[in-house]
């Protein structure tokens, strides 16, 4: 079974620019997750999606991070403009929706993204 | 809100010691409870977990029970190995709620 996939998986910008991550989660998962791991730290999660909707952003800053998922599969992650704390490791997860509850989340490998 | 606490790192270990790595939670209702692995340059990786009180989750040689009196997901291992280096994530989940993940825990075995 393939796993959830990312890329790129190293990025450096400068400050002001913009950025994209690409996520393509395990076949057959409706929950899509985005996490900011910030370095020494646990995973933060962004937004969640399930199929193509959004559940919860409440972590998002909407100002300059937007995040979708059109067709209910893979879904990017984009950053405009980037700041300097922006730097951090971005992971995507995805998961089977469970009955009364969250199911198991698997994790791709990262984007590390370094705002210079 | 629910929230993990993990003891702080670094632990550093011989290898064949015996690890211990302290989890505790606070969380509304009956969470579930994670540990999560992430070996340098990967993602996480779903090491063990457990569903409900006095569940003892087990894989690769480690082990955590859930302690609902204690509140407390404790990770261990008899005897580890050069290859369990890397950081260790305790992480819970309750119904309706996110996940929540501990700050992490970096674990270095030397041979």
């Known amino acids: 079974e393939a796993g959830v996939a990312q890329s790129p998986r190293y990025k450096i910008i400068e400050k002001r620019q913009s950025v994209a991550f690409w996520c393509n989660p395990i076949?057959?998962?409706?929950?899509l997750y985005w996490y900011q791991q910030i370095l020494g730290q646990g995973p933060k999660l962004l937004i969640q999606f399930q199929n193509n909707g959004v559940v919860d952003d409440s972590q998002l800053p909407k100002d300059r991070f937007s995040a979708e998922r059109l067709k209910g599969v893979d879904s990017t992650l984009k950053i405009q403009p980037a700041k300097l704390e922006d730097s951090a490791v971005y992971l995507c997860?995805?998961?089977?929706?469970?009955?009364?509850?969250?199911?198991?989340?698997?994790f791709g490998a990262g984007t590390r993204l370094s705002v210079l | 809100g629910n929230s993990v606490t993990q003891m702080e790192g670094p632990v550093t270990l011989s290898e064949e010691a015996f690890l211990t790595i302290n989890c505790t939670y606070t969380?509304?209702?009956?969470?579930?409870l994670f540990w999560y692995v992430q070996y340098p340059g990967e993602g996480l990786q779903l090491l063990l977990k457990a569903t409900k009180a006095d569940d003892k989750g087990s894989n690769k040689g480690f082990e955590a029970t859930y302690r609902k009196e204690t509140t407390s997901f404790h990770l261990e291992k008899g005897s580890v190995q050069v290859s369990d280096s890397a950081v260790y994530f305790c992480a819970l989940t309750s119904y309706g709620q996110n996940f929540v993940f501990g700050p992490g825990t970096r674990l270095s075995v030397l041979p």
């Open positions: 997860a995805s998961s089977l929706v469970l009955a009364g509850g969250k199911g198991i989340q698997y």
């Open positions: 969380a509304t209702g009956y969470p579930s």
């Open positions: 076949s057959g998962h409706a929950t």
